[in-house]
């Protein structure tokens, strides 16, 4: 079930740390926003994820991640589902998330729920981290931008 987390937002670090190996970018923009976890029946936090405003009508998915040991038995799908019903309830239009190149998961998963690639910005992560990321074999350097209407 989904739950908007008011306070100790601190506490979901680890599970955020998943999605953006940055703890000081996920200390950036923790503080604003909205932050949803996705709780079991017996209250135990399965996901999260982090939304931004960027825009009138416009919201970023800044960050998500479903906890490894439930990861691949659809929490992460239901867990998005949830978020965009409650956007759309409150007339927000579109949607964006942001995810690298290699992130070849990621790339299957969004566009499993209906998001669409709108761009790339080249070289974002080999301008934005020092550390060069690899995952899947694939460096990872360029950010694709996905979009999905309400
Ligand atoms: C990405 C992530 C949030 C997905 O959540 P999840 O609970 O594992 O995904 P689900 O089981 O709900 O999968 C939903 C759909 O996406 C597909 N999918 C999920 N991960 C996939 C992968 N690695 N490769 C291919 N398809 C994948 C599933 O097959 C499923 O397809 P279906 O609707 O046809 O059944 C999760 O794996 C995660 O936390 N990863 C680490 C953090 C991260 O990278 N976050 C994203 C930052 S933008």
Known sequence: MLHLIERNRDAYLPLLLLADPSEAMVRSYLPEGELYAWRSEEEETIGVLHLLEIEPGG????????REGYQGQGFGKQLVQAVLRNLKEREYREVVVRTGNSSIGNLAFYQKLGFRMSGIEFDYFTRTYEDTIVENGIPCRDLIIFKRPL
């Open 59 to 66: 919201v970023e998915i800044k960050n998500m991640a479903v």
